[in-house]
């Protein structure tokens, strides 16, 4: 598979192979894939397709996710930190026990999500829009819910946070976004 944009991943074994070659996805086809359980990291996902996806326990961290669309996708019990989501689709995504830390959902469409369980922590929700979305069970800390365009019906139950774990999510999110950085600057050299 090359690098363009639009691009049709027509299997996981496709996708898995472009990801170990740290090959941007940007603008790729993944709808209706079974990436369950898949570690996506340190890789340009701006703009994907991941309509109608499996992505359940799946592992993304410090991936720009711009513009992504996860209308109606899988990702419950999915681990998501220190990503770029802004402007992000999560319409009708089930997110189930979905763990996000040190992420960045800056005017989310996440109407009709299912955040049943979730935990948030240290996440920017300014702008996003979360109308008939379900958070039973759901807990948050360092997160504004008034910033959000829409905010949740019930917003998520705040958790005291220990001091220093703002701190080494913060220090573990710069690190991963440090490493991206220097992996899309060696790769534009080569």
Request: charged fraction near 20%.
């Amino acid at each position: 598979m090359n690098e363009e944009a639009s691009l049709r991943y027509e299997s996981r074994e496709e996708v898995a192979e472009a990801l170990a070659k740290k090959q941007s996805l940007s603008g790729a086809d993944l709808s209706g894939l079974d990436l369950s359980e898949m570690k996506i990291a340190a890789v340009d996902m701006a703009k994907v397709n991941f309509q109608g996806a499996n992505l359940a326990n799946s592992r993304l961290a410090a991936a720009n996710l711009e513009g992504a669309d996860f209308s109606g996708a899988n990702l419950e019990q999915a681990r998501i930190a220190a990503a770029n989501l802004t402007d992000a689709t999560f319409a009708g995504a089930q997110m189930c026990g979905a763990k996000l830390a040190a992420s960045n959902l800056g005017g989310c469409d996440m109407t009709g999500a299912d955040l049943t369980d979730s935990r948030w922590f240290g996440v920017n929700v300014s702008g996003a829009d979360f109308s008939g979305a379900q958070t039973t069970g759901a807990r948050s800390g360092g997160v504004s819910w008034n910033s959000a365009k829409v905010p949740p019906e019930e917003s998520p139950k705040a958790v005291s946070v220990p001091p220093a774990v703002p701190a080494a999510i913060i220090g573990v999110s710069l690190v991963l976004i440090g490493l991206f950085i220097l992996l899309v600057r060696r790769r534009m050299q080569e």
